[in-house]
């Protein structure tokens, strides 16, 4: 009985350690966890943050210094209505010159090199008219013996008219038909055997030939045209739809092609020609008119995309072209943070002057933004450059 009883005791005291050793290590395992979260959530925080903000992007100094890089602070002032819309560029009626033919005869070219598009020097010889063998006769020696009989008229009849011996009437007649036939007569007097040259008026460009060689002119036919260089005009087309507003469009943007930025009409010593009074056969489309003086001679007839400029709003915010970038229709800016940080944000864009965009939503003005170089920071966003333990 007492062996039954020193055995249970024994069982007992064996149960009891083996609880105490099991329940111990509990709260000393939940001191540990007490302790340790907190430095594993300061570790983990950053982590959780670089997934949970893909906005954020890490661009240093340096990686700025290797490219145009610039930021600037977001303002609101005042920005013009804008309406874009296609165009064509031409030469100014003003700058296009005439030739015709000064006699009736058969046109030779004067050299091989006179064809659209070519450039003309001012009095360059261009053609030649021939009339000699004609059945006719030749107009060059007819122009000669007119004027000279004239001539001959004038001068007797004008020395009668000083002695009061013919009437003032008979004397306007006689000068009449002298400066006629002088008239017909000079532009021919350089004939040669070759026939009669015509000269370029001026210096420029053969913008349309009208005649080939071995065509038959008649006198005061045209022979070609000569645009010259320097003053131009831009013709936008604008949609009826916006014919009320026409009036308020006074300067225009545009750019060819082959351009990479827009030009301003008056920066170009432009202004508006016309707008909205006729509108051409076979178009829908109002005309708005420019007139600007091109050094760099725009090609005539090209197309160029426009952005024609109204009257001024207040308060609006912009931002430059340059500090906006695009991924699939989404539009973005991105604001420095400090001088290693940047934040992208999207923006909702208005209209654009070809040089600056209104954001209708996502900037309230006061940001500082990168204006130049935003291609960069994209990039590095891309690569997923996100600071280590940066926090806000």
């Known amino acids: ?140 020696e007819k122009a000669r013996i007119a004027f000279e009989q004239a001539e001959a008229d004038y001068r007797r009849i004008e020395a009668l008219y000083r002695d009061k011996l013919v009437t003032e009437r008979d004397y306007l007649a006689a000068q009449a038909e002298y400066l006629r036939t002088k008239a017909e007569y000079d532009p021919v007097r350089v004939a040669d055997e070759r026939g009669t040259l015509v000269k370029a ?88 008119v420019f007139e600007f003086n091109d050094d760099r001679r725009c090609p005539d007839g090209a197309a160029a995309e426009v952005i024609l400029l109204g009257s001024e709003r207040p308060d609006v915010v912009t931002v430059p072209l340059s500090a906006v970038t695009e991924q699939q229709g989404i539009y973005h800016v991105y604001e420095q943070l400090d001088p290693n940080h940047y934040r992208r944000r999207q923006v909702w864009l208005g209209g654009n002057d070809g040089e600056r965009v209104e954001v209708l939503r996502g900037l309230e003005g006061g940001e500082r933004i990168v204006t130049r170089g935003a291609v960069q920071v994209r990039m590095a966003a891309a690569s997923g450059s996100i600071p280590h333990g940066h926090t806000h």
């Open 201 to 288: 008026p001026a210096a420029g460009y053969v913008r349309q030939l009208s005649v080939a060689p071995g065509d038959y002119v008649a006198m005061g036919q045209p022979l070609a045209t000569i645009a010259r260089s320097g003053r131009m005009q831009l013709r936008a087309w604008v949609s009826q739809r916006y014919f009320d507003r026409i009036g308020s469009f006074t300067d225009a943007a545009f750019r060819l092609a082959s351009d990479d930025t827009f030009r301003r009409i008056s920066d170009l010593g432009g202004e508006l020609y016309t707008s909205g009074r006729i509108i051409s056969q076979g178009t829908t489309l109002v005309p708005v």
């Open 1 to 140: 009985m007492k062996k039954n009883i020193l055995l249970t005791v024994a069982l007992c005291a064996v149960l009891a350690g083996c609880g105490g050793r099991n329940a111990a290590p509990a709260p000393h395992n939940h001191s540990e966890n007490e302790t340790s979260c907190p430095s594993e959530a300061a570790d983990a925080h950053p982590e959780t943050e670089k997934k949970s903000d893909p906005d954020l992007i890490e661009f240093s100094p340096e990686q700025a210094a290797r490219t145009d890089f610039a930021v600037d602070t977001v303002r609101r002032g005042t920005f013009r209505e804008t309406l874009p819309c296609g165009g064509e560029i031409y030469v100014s009626q003003s700058e296009v010159a005439v030739v015709s033919a000064p006699i009736a005869g058969v046109v030779t070219f004067e050299n091989g090199r006179v064809m659209e598009n070519s450039a003309v020097r001012a009095g360059e010889g261009l053609f030649r008219i021939s009339s000699g063998h004609l059945a006719s006769g030749d107009a060059v």
